[in-house]
């Protein structure tokens, strides 16, 4: 029976996939003289230009690769967010939500073994004193032919010299260079309570999951769950890197979205292989990523964490390179046995099948997701300048046309109305549109009146939003607005109420006007 209900949910799965796929290949126009940013300085330049990504504290210099998410920013994370969610949550049977503290007890921390145990080697120039960590500048030196996560502290000191790496920042080598690696612990300390003294020590969240995992067997018997049961949460972790930087992709503060599936054990490997088929299938399908940036890498056993049996990574091609975005491991039952024997209570799930009298360890598959990280691998896929035509003979050529081509679903503001003039009614008007839209569930409506027309086009194109209406003297006589589509930018003349129709909670029905585009168009 639980054979045939794993077959089943995983045709569920395909059934879903192949539905997101019909529904998304009509929310992404790509064209193949699409051209993607070149590089992350390109790409920072131009989300600070259209307040998307901002450097957090900037009147005072900034804070250590801190970002703030302007407007545009924060609304494309949160659809991004709230797509994730109502897919691996909402729509599925074998996912609840669940929201942990930040600051949890210490004891937590020494529990899990992050207090001794969670580290990343650090080495110091002797010359300059600046601190480096020593696997990323190893695998900076070899080119990505080795992996160094698993290596230990006198296999990187050796290779260090073996290599002759320099200290990046002031090029010293040898004895008055990079020194031997050691333990640096990623934990931000804090204090609890008016008295700072050793009783008070606590620790920001280094991760989400230890919240889950520490409350999954009550959850799960309170809840009366049968296994495989997630838990699901979103929320900020931190942890005191060493090197950081390339934007968003490495921070000390950044934000999580993860699972906790409890299993198990026997299932836990065919369990990992179907959250990573979902997981890719879900960045081609739903966020209409390329497949060609999208790779899996499986860890080797010398790279494996400590915690985990089995992991595979869901790498993206970054500007800078592949680099992480979605790791899916398979943790066994390493953390409920360390909470276990740490807090002295029992951590075994109970069947509520037999009335709680079969009593195990389940397994944990994690799928461990970087939003930041996913919010730069769509803004450095989608962001593309599109070619322009060819100039006639004689004619300067016009420069291409930068634009956002995220699926309508998660683009920042769904549709824009603009009134041709800022006079006679139009504006008046305009608003009045972009409030029936609003009301109808159309999120991020804005009404756009600064500039020329064409202007306001292009700067729509380059937040993303799917549909542009236009409010003209011909509106006023019969309700009819002009319609523009961001990605073929073809125009079609209809009524508000047709826009009304097309337009829904979670997004734009473009299908809908699918049919009018191909005979109304001017």
């Given at each position: 029976?639980?054979?045939?209900?794993?077959?089943?949910?995983?045709?569920?799965?395909?059934?879903?996939?192949?539905?997101?796929?019909?529904?998304?290949?009509?929310?992404?126009?790509?064209?193949?003289?699409?051209?993607?940013?070149?590089?992350?300085?390109?790409?920072?330049?131009?989300?600070?230009?259209?307040?998307?990504?901002?450097?957090?504290?900037?009147?005072?210099?900034?804070?250590?690769?801190?970002?703030?998410?302007?407007?545009?920013?924060?609304?494309?994370?949160?659809?991004?967010?709230?797509?994730?969610?109502?897919?691996?949550?909402?729509?599925?049977?074998?996912?609840?939500?669940?929201?942990?503290?930040?600051?949890?007890?210490?004891?937590?921390?020494?529990?899990?073994?992050?207090?001794?145990?969670?580290?990343?080697?650090?080495?110091?120039?002797?010359?300059?004193?600046?601190?480096?960590?020593?696997?990323?500048?190893?695998?900076?030196?070899?080119?990505?032919?080795?992996?160094?996560?698993?290596?230990?502290?006198?296999?990187?000191?050796?290779?260090?010299?073996?290599?002759?790496?320099?200290?990046?920042?002031?090029?010293?080598?040898?004895?008055?260079?990079?020194?031997?690696?050691?333990?640096?612990?990623?934990?931000?300390?804090?204090?609890?309570?008016?008295?700072?003294?050793?009783?008070?020590?606590?620790?920001?969240?280094?991760?989400?999951?230890?919240?889950?995992?520490?409350?999954?067997?009550?959850?799960?018997?309170?809840?009366?769950?049968?296994?495989?049961?997630?838990?699901?949460?979103?929320?900020?972790?931190?942890?005191?890197?060493?090197?950081?930087?390339?934007?968003?992709?490495?921070?000390?503060?950044?934000?999580?979205?993860?699972?906790?599936?409890?299993?198990?054990?026997?299932?836990?490997?065919?369990?990992?292989?179907?959250?990573?088929?979902?997981?890719?299938?879900?960045?081609?399908?739903?966020?209409?990523?390329?497949?060609?940036?999208?790779?899996?890498?499986?860890?080797?056993?010398?790279?494996?964490?400590?915690?985990?049996?089995?992991?595979?990574?869901?790498?993206?091609?970054?500007?800078?390179?592949?680099?992480?975005?979605?790791?899916?491991?398979?943790?066994?039952?390493?953390?409920?046995?360390?909470?276990?024997?740490?807090?002295?209570?029992?951590?075994?799930?109970?069947?509520?099948?037999?009335?709680?009298?079969?009593?195990?360890?389940?397994?944990?598959?994690?799928?461990?997701?970087?939003?930041?990280?996913?919010?730069?691998?769509?803004?450095?896929?989608?962001?593309?300048?599109?070619?322009?035509?060819?100039?006639?003979?004689?004619?300067?050529?016009?420069?291409?046309?930068?634009?956002?081509?995220?699926?309508?679903?998660?683009?920042?503001?769904?549709?824009?109305?603009?009134?041709?003039?800022?006079?006679?009614?139009?504006?008046?008007?305009?608003?009045?549109?972009?409030?029936?839209?609003?009301?109808?569930?159309?999120?991020?409506?804005?009404?756009?009146?600064?500039?020329?027309?064409?202007?306001?086009?292009?700067?729509?194109?380059?937040?993303?939003?799917?549909?542009?209406?236009?409010?003209?003297?011909?509106?006023?006589?019969?309700?009819?607005?002009?319609?523009?589509?961001?990605?073929?930018?073809?125009?079609?003349?209809?009524?508000?109420?047709?826009?009304?129709?097309?337009?829904?909670?979670?997004?734009?029905?473009?299908d809908k006007l699918q049919g009018v585009f191909a005979t109304v168009v001017r």
């Amino acid at each position: 029976m639980r054979a045939f209900a794993h077959a089943a949910r995983r045709q569920d799965i395909a059934a879903r996939g192949l539905a997101r796929r019909a529904s998304t290949m009509s929310a992404v126009h790509r064209l193949d003289s699409d051209s993607p940013v070149a590089s992350m300085e390109e790409l920072m330049s131009f989300c600070r230009s259209r307040a998307i990504i901002l450097e957090s504290s900037g009147v005072y210099g900034g804070a250590a690769t801190t970002y703030d998410f302007g407007p545009v920013g924060a609304q494309l994370k949160k659809n991004i967010v709230d797509m994730w969610w109502r897919d691996f949550v909402e729509n599925r049977d074998d996912v609840a939500p669940l929201d942990t503290g930040v600051i949890l007890n210490p004891a937590v921390w020494r529990g899990s073994g992050h207090v001794e145990e969670f580290t990343d080697p650090l080495t110091q120039c002797e010359t300059c004193k600046r601190r480096f960590r020593a696997d990323k500048l190893l695998e900076e030196a070899d080119g990505g032919a080795e992996h160094w996560d698993g290596k230990t502290l006198e296999e990187m000191g050796a290779a260090l010299v073996a290599l002759g790496v320099a200290c990046p920042s002031c090029g010293a080598k040898a004895e008055a260079g990079l020194g031997t690696p050691r333990p640096f612990n990623l934990l931000f300390e804090t204090s609890i309570g008016p008295v700072q003294d050793g009783s008070s020590t606590a620790f920001l969240r280094p991760e989400t999951a230890q919240g889950a995992l520490v409350q999954g067997p009550l959850v799960l018997s309170l809840t009366r769950a049968r296994l495989p049961a997630g838990l699901a949460q979103v929320g900020k972790s931190f942890r005191n890197e060493i090197a950081v930087g390339q934007s968003l992709f490495r921070t000390r503060e950044f934000e999580q979205a993860e699972i906790q599936v409890f299993c198990e054990p026997e299932s836990s490997g065919d369990l990992l292989q179907q959250w990573v088929e979902d997981c890719n299938t879900w960045l081609v399908d739903r966020l209409g990523l390329t497949p060609s940036r999208i790779r899996r890498r499986v860890h080797e056993e010398s790279e494996l964490a400590h915690y985990a049996l089995a992991t595979t990574d869901i790498e993206f091609n970054y500007p800078f390179g592949w680099g992480e975005l979605w790791g899916i491991a398979n943790r066994g039952k390493y953390d409920l046995l360390r909470h276990e024997a740490a807090s002295g209570q029992d951590m075994r799930f109970r069947d509520p099948r037999d009335g709680g009298r079969t009593a195990f360890h389940p397994f944990v598959v994690e799928p461990a997701l970087g939003v930041g990280r996913l919010v730069l691998a769509v803004l450095s896929d989608c962001l593309v300048t599109e070619a322009a035509p060819a100039a006639a003979k004689g004619k300067k050529q016009a420069p291409g046309r930068l634009v956002l081509r995220v699926p309508d679903e998660i683009a920042p503001s769904r549709a824009a109305v603009l009134p041709l003039m800022n006079k006679d009614g139009m504006p008046e008007r305009a608003a009045e549109i972009a409030a029936a839209l609003r009301r109808m569930g159309a999120g991020g409506v804005q009404v756009d009146t600064s500039g020329s027309i064409g202007k306001r086009y292009r700067r729509q194109d380059e937040v993303g939003t799917p549909l542009c209406v236009t409010v003209d003297y011909t509106t006023l006589e019969d309700g009819t607005v002009t319609v523009r589509c961001r990605d073929t930018m073809r125009q079609a003349r209809l009524s508000v109420a047709d826009i009304e129709d097309a337009i829904g909670p979670r997004g734009l029905t473009r299908d809908k006007l699918q049919g009018v585009f191909a005979t109304v168009v001017r």
